[in-house]
C-alpha cells in the first residue's frame, strides 16, 4: 500500500469512528432545528458526504465533531433560508431564524448547553421519543430509532432483530414516510402520552446497550460508546419516571453489565469470556449503582418484570467474587421466571447455558438441540458456539470442532470470530 493510499485509510476510519460516535447527536440536534427527522437523517449525511471530500483533501480537523456538526447545521440552514423565501414571509422567519442562528455556533459544547435549558433537557432522548410515536408500529420504532441513534446499518439491525436485512430497510424507509406525513412533533411527550411509548424506549435503549456490549459487526469485540450512550439515556429516564420499576430494572442491568466492560478484553482487544474474567477489574462503583438500581425496581414491585430480572441475572454474577462461587441454581430459576415474562428462543438459549453449568452439560445439551429447530435462531451464532462448549465439556470433541466452526461462519465480528476458530482448533489438539 502506498503512503497516499495507508493515508487515505487513515482518514476513512477516523471519518467512519466519528460518525459512529457523533451521528445520533448531530441528527438530534438538527431535528430540533427543522422538526423533520428524515430531513434531520438526510442533512448528517450530507455532512458525512462533505467530510469524505474535505478530510481526505485537507486532513481530519482538530474538532471532527464539531466540524460535522456545523456543517449538518448549515445544511439545515440553508434549507430553511430556501423555505423562508418559498414562503414570502422573510421578515417573519428572518427573526425565526435569528432566534435559531442564537443556539448554532460552531461550538458542539454550546448547542449541547442551549439543548440542557429546557425541560428534559437531551436532544438524543427527544429523538428516541419522536422515533417511538404510537404512530408507528413497535417494531417500526425500535428499528428507526437504532438506525438514528445508534447509528447501526441496517444489516446490523436485521441481526439485531434475527430479520432479513431488505425487511428492516423497508421498515426504516416506511417509518421516516410516516413520520414525515404526519408532521409529528419533535419532543418528549407530556406524561399519559409518555407512558404509552415507554416499552418501546426501554426496548431501544436495551438493544442499543446490547449492539455496543456484544458488537454485531466489525473489528472490535464492543462499542463503548454505544453503551455509554444507552446507560445515559436509561438514568435520564429513570429521572423523568422515577415511579416505573422497569426502567430501574434496565438501568440496573446495564449499570451491572457495563461494570465487566474493561474486564472483557485482554491487552490486545481479545475477547475474555465471563468465567474467565479478572473480577478485580470491575467497576465496583458501577456495580453498587445497579444493585441500588435493582433495590429501587424491586421496592416499587417490579421484580419480575423482564428487566428486573434480567438485572437480578448480572447481579448474581456481580456478587460472586470468584467464578466458582457464583450461584447457578439460582440463576436457573431467574431464567425460569423471565421466560414466563418474556418468552423467546434467546432467552431460552441463555438459560440452557446457565442449566449446563448448575446440572452438567448433558441436561443442557437436551435443551440446545430442541433449539435448533427453531427457525429464529437458524442464523444465531451463539447456537452453535453454546452447543460447542457443551459438547466440549462431554468429551465429543470433533462435533464441539465443527459446531465452533459453524459459529464462526455465522458471525460478522472480527475479534468474536477469532475467538471461536481459535476454540475450534483446540479441538483438534
Request: aromatic share 4%; hydrophobic share 45%; glycine share 6%.
Amino acid at each position: 500500500m502506498s503512503e497516499t493510499d495507508a493515508s487515505r485509510a487513515a482518514t476513512d476510519r477516523a471519518i467512519e469512528t466519528v460518525w459512529q460516535m457523533e451521528s445520533a447527536k448531530v441528527i438530534a440536534v438538527v431535528a430540533r432545528m427543522v422538526r423533520d427527522v428524515a430531513l434531520a437523517e438526510e442533512f448528517a449525511q450530507d455532512a458525512l458526504v462533505a467530510a469524505l471530500a474535505h478530510w481526505r483533501t485537507h486532513g481530519v480537523p482538530d474538532n471532527p465533531a464539531a466540524w460535522l456538526m456545523t456543517t449538518a447545521k448549515h445544511r439545515a440552514l440553508d434549507r430553511l433560508r430556501q423555505d423562508a423565501l418559498h414562503s414570502r414571509k422573510h421578515e417573519e422567519l428572518g427573526r425565526d431564524m435569528d432566534a435559531r442562528e442564537e443556539h448554532i455556533t460552531p461550538d458542539f459544547v454550546d448547542t449541547l448547553d442551549a439543548a440542557h435549558e429546557d425541560d428534559i433537557g437531551d436532544d438524543l432522548l427527544r429523538l428516541v421519543f419522536t422515533a417511538c410515536h404510537p404512530v408507528l408500529s413497535l417494531d417500526a420504532r425500535v428499528a428507526l430509532t437504532l438506525r438514528l441513534l445508534g447509528g447501526l446499518t441496517t444489516d446490523e439491525i436485521a441481526r439485531a432483530f434475527l430479520q432479513s436485512e431488505p425487511t428492516i430497510a423497508q421498515r426504516i424507509v416506511r417509518a421516516k414516510r410516516t413520520l414525515s406525513a404526519a408532521r409529528v412533533p419533535f419532543e418528549v411527550p407530556q406524561a399519559d402520552a409518555r407512558a404509552q411509548r415507554l416499552g418501546a424506549v426501554l426496548e431501544v435503549i436495551y438493544l442499543i446497550f446490547n449492539e455496543g456490549y456484544s458488537a454485531t459487526a466489525g473489528d472490535d469485540w464492543m462499542r463503548p460508546s454505544l453503551c455509554d450512550d444507552a446507560l445515559r439515556l436509561g438514568r435520564i429516564l429513570a429521572g423523568l419516571a422515577p415511579d416505573e420499576s422497569e426502567v430501574h430494572g434496565l438501568v440496573a442491568l446495564m449499570e451491572i453489565q457495563a461494570s465487566r466492560i474493561h474486564a472483557r478484553t485482554d491487552a490486545n482487544g481479545r475477547p475474555v469470556l465471563l468465567m474467565e474474567q479478572d473480577r478485580g477489574r470491575w467497576d465496583s462503583l458501577l456495580i453498587r449503582r445497579g444493585l441500588a438500581s435493582l433495590r429501587r425496581s424491586e421496592a416499587l414491585g417490579g421484580a419480575l418484570g423482564p428487566y428486573a430480572l434480567q438485572g437480578a441475572l448480572a447481579a448474581c454474577h456481580a456478587r460472586a467474587h470468584r467464578a466458582a462461587d457464583t450461584d447457578w441454581v439460582q440463576i436457573v430459576a431467574l431464567y425460569d421466571a423471565l421466560v414466563m415474562a418474556a418468552p423467546s428462543p434467546v432467552v431460552e438459549l441463555n438459560r440452557a447455558v446457565a442449566v449446563g453449568m448448575a446440572f452438567g452439560p448433558a441436561s443442557a445439551l437436551e435443551i440446545v438441540d430442541e433449539l435448533r429447530s427453531n427457525a429464529t435462531l437458524a442464523n444465531y451464532h451463539w447456537l452453535p458456539s453454546v452447543r460447542g462448549d457443551l459438547l466440549a465439556k462431554l468429551g465429543r470433541r470433533d462435533e464441539a470442532r465443527a459446531a465452533f466452526e459453524c459459529a464462526a461462519a455465522m458471525t460478522r465480528n472480527a475479534r468474536e470470530q477469532a475467538l471461536l476458530l481459535a476454540r475450534a482448533q483446540e479441538m483438534k489438539e
